[in-house]
């Protein structure tokens, strides 16, 4: 984005013209900037209409009084276009190009897009093929649609790729603050980064929401996403869709094991964003966020008037890592003093029927429950239905007895309903007014408080050691592998331990075996043996000459019978390795948009059975692999499983930084490597099987064509 974008897409965002370009969608277009109650000018364009809304039409954009700030524009391609190029003829600000039949459409589609692009020129061009933005801070609407939402001067920015999904968002029965929903649609010109970028800096905006279905410039977001977090504006992020990492490297475990969703996963936590799995999700945890903020750790106060209610807060916060930490004696102490004689003291805490409702006999008990310093107080109330008001008072009264215990202590507090439908909207609008976040659904609202306590973590790294510019994405070009010795050479070369080892003739095999010392591994070596055991390539634990020869032997038939393509007279003969703390699958490779990616993962013959990984972006630092490897189920094997030895992990670390930086060093000659297995011991490792794919030289390309 331009720094004249920027001014532009400002100009968008608060608008003091509005031009609505079209028929029938820039009238509903209209009555939507109406309903909002847009203060600013509004000017219909239309050489057919006399009027919209009682206002009267424009012939052209031409005729208009003045360039307008922002512009609704919904008519066929080759008009929008030309109109486009007129709007910014007369110095327009921003576009919502609503009309479709761009790039969504296919290649005739992508040529029209294009001249779309280069007619936007300096404008701030949202779209096309997208619903719009609305303003709630501003009250200024350019939406074809009937919405909702609303704002109480403060609240969650949200961008989609989805217009039906922003509409619908809009319509949402949960009471989230709004400052912004924008539908983003073909991101032609302005992208999700560029609305990031801006809105991160607007300090009514206090969260920001996003429906991702793919990124233009992964780079380019995770600046944006990373300086939000600066801001201390966290990002939730919904993502959907997915598909695999690197199309043309298919033969190699990790194909299987890391996706393109892995890479969003890896991005999202190298940028300090939370992921969500659906909308309901995306909503509660910006509600929390909005409202109640940022705990400042994962310790919860819980209360409830039911022990069904206090068992479910306990029993999904344990799932997901939050802690209700028990009172301590003197709390415990005066809670017994204040609590009925059948309440039993706990955290969550049943503070049981005979005091509910009671303001003067409950408010107490919240305010000295929150000596636990908790970094957020959850009350469970679910309200009576319309028509079953004559309790009501009796719940608002607990609940602002709870609030004002927590707004006392300045803890982040909820009120939360168990089932999401049992809490209205005047009681939503009521607990906003008092600065407490109106839960709907425990497992949401619990999920929603980990988010947050979690983001806070990692605001707090990105402010200490802000990540590196992503390398970003290189050009994926055909690829050939290069034999296990090959490989085996390369890492050697890197600084990573590999086997003792000599590559040999069959008739020298047994000599080769006796000079490295029994027990020995034995393999077949070509290029095309990609996985050995498969192919019957590979014998371990040879005890003798005689085994060799009868080794030797078994491989040769075998891979005549399986892959007699791979068939060769070359060797590899190798001291076989002690017996690890662990066996990972660890291997680096280029993704055209995300640039270099590092998986590890428990590794093995049964490497996508166990399904056990996760993947970093290049480039990283030791504490990223220090923390990767700690999210691995295997690493309770590297941990002293069962009284076993423990593994140094910052050395383990240290080691795979070297792996990483070889690859950045050889980037556009070597396209992946993948260790599997790699044997993990107390202060060292050992890559004891390895797969590398190298860049295709021109005329292997031109051999295969």
């Given amino acids: 984005m331009t720094p004249a974008q920027r001014a532009n897409l400002e100009r968008l965002l ?128 350019l939406w074809p649609f009937a919405h909702g939402g609303s704002t109480p001067g403060y609240g969650a920015a949200i961008i989609t790729q989805s217009g039906m999904l922003s509409s619908d968002l809009t319509m ?77 490297l298919t033969t190699s475990h990790t194909g299987s094991l890391s996706g393109e969703d892995d890479l969003y996963d890896a991005l999202f936590k190298r940028c300090g964003i939370v992921r969500v799995f659906n909308p309901a999700q995306m909503l509660e945890t910006l509600k929390f966020m909005c409202i109640a903020g940022i705990p400042a750790n994962n310790r919860v106060a819980g209360f409830t008037c039911s022990g069904g209610g206090a068992t479910m807060l306990a029993d999904h916060g344990e799932k997901i890592g939050l802690a209700f930490p028990a009172h301590d004696g003197a709390v415990t102490d005066k809670l017994c003093q204040l609590l009925p004689s059948t309440a039993t003291v706990s955290n969550p805490l049943d503070y049981t029927t005979p005091i509910w409702g009671h303001a003067e006999m409950t408010r107490p008990v919240f305010s000295a429950a929150l000596a636990t310093e908790a970094g ?142 029994f027990p020995v591994a034995i393999k077949l070596v070509h290029e095309k043996l990609l996985h050995k055991t498969e192919a019957g390539a590979v014998v371990l634990n040879i005890n003798s000459r005689t085994e060799v020869t009868d080794a030797v032997a078994r491989i040769q038939n075998a891979v005549a019978t399986r892959l007699p393509d791979a068939a ?41 059975l166990v399904a056990d990984s996760t993947t970093v972006l290049l480039p990283c630092t030791r504490d990223d692999l220090i923390e990767a490897i700690g999210s691995l189920r295997v690493s309770r094997l590297l941990d002293g499983f069962r009284g076993g030895a423990t593994a140094d992990k910052r050395k383990l670390a240290d080691q795979l930084l070297k792996l990483a930086g070889f690859m950045v060093l050889n980037r556009g000659d070597v396209a992946e490597i993948e260790i599997n297995p790699m044997f993990v011991y107390e202060n060292n490792l050992c890559a004891v099987d390895a797969l590398m794919h190298i860049t295709a030289p021109a005329e292997s390309v031109s051999k295969q064509e």
């Fill in 172 to 248: 949402s029965q949960r009471s989230l603050p709004l400052s912004h929903m924008i539908s983003i649609g073909n991101q032609s010109v302005i992208a999700i980064e560029d609305l990031v970028e801006v809105l991160c800096e607007k300090p009514e905006v206090r969260a920001i929401g996003l429906h991702i279905e793919g990124l233009k410039h992964a780079g380019r977001f995770a600046t944006a996403a990373t300086r939000a977090a600066q801001f201390g504006k966290p990002i939730v992020a919904l993502k959907s869709g997915s598909s695999t990492i690197g199309k043309s």
């Fill in 376 to 517: 957020t107080v959850v009350l469970v109330q679910d309200y009576p239905a319309s028509g079953l008001d004559e309790s009501r008072l009796v719940y608002l009264a607990d609940a602002d007895a709870f609030a004002d215990a927590a707004l006392a202590a300045g803890t982040p507090a909820v009120v939360c309903s168990t089932l999401p439908e049992n809490m209205d909207t005047a009681t939503r609008d009521h607990l906003i007014s008092r600065g407490v976040a109106p839960m709907q659904g425990i497992n949401d609202c619990l999920d929603a408080i980990a988010a947050a306590a979690a983001w806070r973590q990692m605001h707090q790294r990105i402010a200490h050691q802000p990540p590196a510019e992503l390398l970003g994405g290189g050009v994926m070009q055909k690829v050939v592998a290069v034999d296990e010795a090959a490989a085996k050479n390369r890492l050697s070369e890197a600084g990573i331990p590999v086997p003792s080892g000599t590559v040999c003739c069959r008739s020298d095999t047994a000599a080769a075996a006796a000079a490295l010392g």
């Fill in 14 to 141: 608060q608008p003091r013209q509005i031009a609505f370009v079209g028929g029938r969608d820039a009238a509903v277009a209209i009555g939507e900037a109406k309903r909002i109650g847009f203060e600013g000018s509004i000017w219909p364009v239309n050489p057919k209409r006399a009027e919209m809304h009682g206002i009267t039409c424009f012939a052209s954009v031409e005729d208009l009084p003045e360039a307008p700030d922002a512009v609704f524009l919904a008519v066929p391609v080759q008009q929008a276009i030309d109109t486009v190029r007129r709007l910014a003829g007369i110095g327009a600000g921003g576009i919502v190009c609503y009309s479709a039949g761009f790039g969504e459409v296919g290649t005739a589609g992508q040529k029209a897009e294009q001249a779309l692009i280069e007619a936007a020129g300096s404008m701030a061009l949202v779209g096309p093929n997208c619903y719009g933005m609305i303003n709630y801070l501003t009250r200024s609407a």
């Fill in 568 to 608: 060769s007279d070359r060797w590899l003969v190798e001291k076989m390795q002690a017996k690890p703390l662990a066996e990972l699958i660890v291997s680096v490779r280029e993704d055209a948009q995300f640039g270099l990616a590092m998986t590890i993962g428990s590794g093995g013959v049964l490497v996508e």
